[in-house]
């Protein structure tokens, strides 16, 4: 357990307009350790990588290897801010390294001047998001396979230009799906609590998205990243 928390990122980056905030759920079974993991940080270009991903398994190896990719995909995203290369490239990195394991993932990238966000998936569960404006849904892009499966994959990137205050949610398989509680119902109880909460203190709204895992069953673990921005029209 001191292995896991030690992969997960000390603390989050603040950046004018954005708040952000995390929660971690272990496992309720074994050694309750296992492969989900959450991060942000501010990449070479001054923009915001976020990241939240599940590696294959639940134990000391899946731990470890959480630790790779996102070790991984920080180190790869100091060098393009193209969320398609970086997903593509940690792909056939953890494929050469022969470790047998696949993990699956999700990797936006925002630009504070521009308020472009970047998203692009390798099989991991859609982003809930929100806005100031009373809409509200599940991002429904297209994505590719989870990295460490197949090399040479060129992963889908999808744009959107934030113009309205909001929050994003991003989370994991075990926040909202379990052995009969089925990945819809959780991401709709998500949706509405990104619609009742954006405007709240995203700890507050993080806290309530993690709880939806007491409703699946689940023997999982549970990631939750928020990202609150407040509608600023200024460059950070």
Known sequence: MALQRHMLPPRLPRLPGLQLAA????SRGGLDVGGDWYDAFVMHDGSLGLTVGDVQGHDVEATAF???VRT?????????SDTREVLG????????????????????????????LADSRAGHVPMVWATAGGRSGV??????????????QRYPVTHR???EAGVLVLLTDGVVEGPHYPMESGLAEVVELARAGFEADPEVLASAVVKVADLTGHRDDAAVLVLRYDGSQEPA
């Open 23 to 26: 929660r971690y759920a272990p």
């Open 66 to 68: 959480m630790g790779q």
């Open 72 to 80: 991984s995909l920080r180190a790869l995203a100091q060098t393009t």
């Open 89 to 116: 490239r940690a792909n056939d990195l953890l494929i050469a390294m022969g470790c047998g394991l696949f993990a699956t993932c999700c990797f936006l990238r925002f630009d504070p001047v521009s308020r472009d």
């Open 139 to 152: 991002a429904l892009d297209r994505g590719g396979p989870p990295l460490g499966i197949v090399s040479g």
């Open 161 to 163: 230009r934030l113009t």
